[in-house]
């Protein structure tokens, strides 16, 4: 059962809005999941969703399959907003899908920009759904794996929503060119190269394609014919019309992010602080800013200043206390702490190269000398056996080898003369000269 707005066509809609597929035929991309035979397509067309979560950057198309799926499913098909939607509301729609349930009725929820949801907002869907009282889709573009509740996340399918390419929106604002719903009754004269140089701006978000689209046909050059011209000068204004709209929307999220963290890791708080207030002032939620610094905390600063942690949690926490936009001095303290701080990146660099050695020797066998033996079996079968307890020896160390016998002699953790690394540095060096004395 769809809600009856789902798919209703105003003309004083965005074009984006007119334009939304009904059907996954329409649909334009993620072919890794709605090509022939692939997993969401059968999911969809049988009709047998279960609880999943969509991931992507924005534009991808989230919400319009959400969208399919109400059309498709034979269910009551619910949509939750984490703005307006309480504990009281989630639960008592929640108890009217379970007695639904009682009667053979589905009830399927969508819940738009899950990511915004608080935990005890998610918490009320856990029971419902781990009873199969709902089926529940969640939309992000954050990963769910810091933003949704684990207990929730472990009962969805998480599917993984890539950017469009420029070829897919090209067909999008082709098919508006001659859609009803689009600029169906109107003559508009482009370029194939100018249509490309909407393409390639848009950076794979389709609704930000079609914004676009849409302001460059309202200030074409109108002609005698009444067909529309739409010239090199036309997109060329448009374009940086658009860029002032990012500006102020924030659409440029993944842009200025990486300016920030690489004005931080350049040390240069001025840099460091433009590009934050670029983001708050937009409207950037600054938990996803927060969360952002506690990554590089520990990727470019790590050993050298371990106090960059402690910091970007404090931070994280007093976001979530305060809120916007009283938090955004904590957040320019933590940007300016860490591209003060000095840096090294060689946790990071040791996790990734460890990383590698892992995937590739998945089977390799724990050395016997380190193996627990809680048993008298183990015991026998040599677990344990040879274990030096590092606590009893006067250095606190030992010439024991806990690597694996292919990996002997692998060095991953290398750190650098910055900051306190310097001491870890010189710990480390200490370590291995007492290990080759004590072989």
């Known amino acids: 059962m769809e809600q009856s707005s789902l798919f209703e066509i105003n003309e004083q809609e965005p074009l984006a809005s007119r334009m939304r597929p009904r059907n996954l035929d329409e649909f334009v991309g993620q072919t890794h999941l709605l090509g022939e035979n692939k997993i969401l397509r059968k999911m969809i067309e049988s009709d047998n969703i279960t609880s999943m979560i969509f991931w992507g950057p924005p534009g991808v198309g989230k919400t319009t399959l959400a969208h399919i799926i109400a059309k498709k499913t034979k269910s009551v098909f619910i949509t939750f907003s984490a703005v307006t939607s309480g504990i009281k509301e989630i639960k008592q729609v929640m108890e009217d899908a379970h007695q639904n349930k009682k009667q053979g009725i589905r009830t399927i929820v969508f819940v738009d920009e899950i990511h915004r949801f608080n935990k005890a907002q998610q918490d009320a869907f856990l029971p419902f759904v781990e009873r199969g009282s709902i089926v529940l889709i969640g939309a992000t573009t954050e990963n769910p794996s810091f933003e949704v509740n684990n207990a929730l996340l472990s009962r969805c399918k998480v599917f993984v929503l890539k950017e469009l390419t420029s070829d897919d929106i090209i067909t999008l604002l082709k098919r508006a060119l001659t859609s009803k719903n689009g600029f169906g009754d109107k003559k508009v004269n482009i370029s194939d190269e100018n249509l490309k140089v909407i393409a390639d701006f848009a950076n794979g978000d389709a609704r930000s394609a079609l914004a676009t689209f849409d302001m460059i046909v309202t200030n074409g050059d109108v002609l005698e014919d009444e ?213």
């Open 227 to 439: 067909s529309i011209n739409i010239t090199d000068e036309t997109i060329k204004e448009c374009l940086t019309k658009k860029t002032l709209m990012y500006d102020k929307n924030g659409e440029e999220h993944y842009n200025i992010i990486s300016a920030l963290h690489k004005s931080m890791r350049n040390s240069d708080p001025d840099a460091a602080v433009y590009w934050l207030a670029r983001m708050l002032e937009a409207g950037e939620d600054p938990i996803y800013v927060a969360r952002r610094i506690a990554r590089f905390a520990s990727e470019d600063i790590g050993l050298a200043d371990t106090n960059a942690l402690n910091v970007a949690i404090n931070v994280y926490n007093a976001c979530h206390f305060i809120g916007m936009p009283e938090c955004n001095v904590h957040l320019a303290e933590a940007v300016i702490y860490m591209s003060l701080a000095p840096k090294s990146n060689a946790c990071y660099v040791a996790y990734n190269k460890a990383s590698e050695d892992a995937k590739k020797m998945l089977s390799e066998p724990v050395p016997l000398v380190i193996r627990n033996a809680p048993t008298k079996l183990m015991k026998e079968l040599n677990y344990g056996k040879g274990y030096q307890y590092a606590h009893d020896s006067e250095d606190k160390l030992t010439n024991m080898e806990c690597l694996p016998p292919s990996l002997k002699g692998k060095e991953y953790y290398i750190p650098v003369n910055q900051g306190n690394e310097i001491k870890y540095k010189e710990r480390l060096n200490q370590i291995k000269k007492w290990k080759q004395e004590h072989q």
